[in-house]
């Protein structure tokens, strides 16, 4: 039971080795679009975590029924369906973060690393280690989007975690930092050029990281969305 | 188990069967959303309702008047065909002030603005209810951002000439920000409508509301 929570291998593929933006280059829309401040990062990376295990259980748990001939339609029925409860969901009782990533929400159902997770890990594996997976991947883009984010919005305006209290409760004002009083700010760094060039500069960044620590070759799965 | 060689019988490779579980799932999912809206459509209704009523008691203090403004809206005909809501303020039967929520294309889709007045057509309040402007440049709008909204309280067309309703690049009153002049002049302009809506609109406005407000819904 405990083994595969404390699987070292999952969560050192799901958060390092194999992250979802790092190395398999998916999910680059929302990543993209979301990561002006740390904080919308974080709230968007929040959600597609709970996302992220909750499709992976549904479809490691469905998976004796659904036949593998339709699999790709079922998976992204049950992603749809997951995300668009979770929008209402979030609408009736978390309304002040559904108010701040409301827009990008919808959109989590195009973030092929779900797909991508319950096609390759969870149709193929028990519900537990699929948890596993979920938290792992989840996790790695959580890191993926706070890391951009805070990247872009300290070149970009020269604060970090803005409005952290308006998404996690008024007790969160201690994360608002100003890093650079009376910046003029960066324009490109906040706009979706920026996340780009940033995004560039950490994969370079790890990519350098993984050469000198002599491990194995990164891997990466050739795919764009 | 799929996958492992175990015999399957044959009606498990038909295109019927694929679309009967297709199909089945179809159904599922579909009545977990309909769960999903029923069990949710209230309160969201409700807090759709709490927000407005937020934001009204933002532009217009709750002291001027003793109604729910946000009962029985007040549609004002444009010209372009669309309507302009007004909320509108009573205490008895004398008009206290009005709310107009005003919608401008800014710099990346559109602004939505509430607009407070008084009866007699000076600002109270101004807020942004929705955008999509820059995040870092143009949302500096938000009264939770900067201070810069609250520059219209006090004001009204008869305090500033008609002209001087515009940022300060284009010769008006109101500052812009640095990289940012489409959104703030959005602002302004968006303002300055609700402001000629009410000096054309006097009568409709102050007509007394119903006396048995029916269902808005």
Known sequence: MNTALLDKTLWKEGVWDNNVVFSQMLALCPLLAVTGTATNGLGMGLVSLAVFVAANLLVSTLRGVIPAEVRIPAFVLLIATLVTLVDLMMNAWMHELHGVLGLFIPLIVTNCAILGRAEAFAYKNRVLPSLVDGLAMGSGFIVALVTLGAAREVIGSGTLFANASLLLGEGFHFMELTLIPDYDGFLLMILPPGAFLMLGFIVAGKRVLARRRRTRPLVSQPAAC | ?217
């Not at chain 2, 005909?77 to 205490?91: E, H, I, K, N, Q």
């Not at chain 2, 402007?133 to 900067?146: C, Q």
């Not at chain 2, 284009?170 to 602002?187: C, E, N, W």
Request: charged fraction near 20%; glycine fraction near 12%.
């Open chain 2, 1 to 217: 188990m799929i996958g492992k060689g175990v015999l399957k019988p044959s009606y498990t490779q038909r295109p019927a069967f694929f679309a009967g579980i297709l199909g089945m799932m179809a159904a599922l999912a579909g009545t977990f959303l309909a769960m999903g809206f029923v069990g949710t459509k209230e309160a969201i209704a409700l807090r759709l309702q709490e927000d407005l009523q937020r934001s009204l008691a933002q532009v217009l203090p709750l002291e001027r008047y003793d109604n729910d403004p946000s009962q029985q809206p007040l549609l004002l005909p444009l010209d372009s065909g669309v309507s302009l809501t007004v909320y509108r303020g009573f205490a008895g039967a004398a008009p206290r002030g009005y709310a107009f929520e005003v919608q401008e294309p800014g710099y990346s889709g559109v602004i939505r603005v509430l607009l407070g007045l008084t009866e007699a057509g000076e600002i109270l309040g101004v807020r942004v209810l929705s955008h999509t402007e820059t995040p870092g440049l143009g949302d500096k709008i938000e009264a939770a951002k900067d201070d810069w909204i609250l520059g219209f309280n006090g004001r009204s067309l008869e305090s500033l000439p008609e002209a001087q309703w515009a940022v300060k690049k284009d010769g008006g009153q109101f500052d812009q920000f640095s990289g940012a002049t489409i959104t703030p002049r959005a602002v302004v302009r968006a303002v300055k409508r609700g402001l000629l809506m009410h000096r054309a609109n006097q009568g409709a406005l102050a007509a007394p509301l119903k006396e048995q407000p029916e269902d808005t819904l």
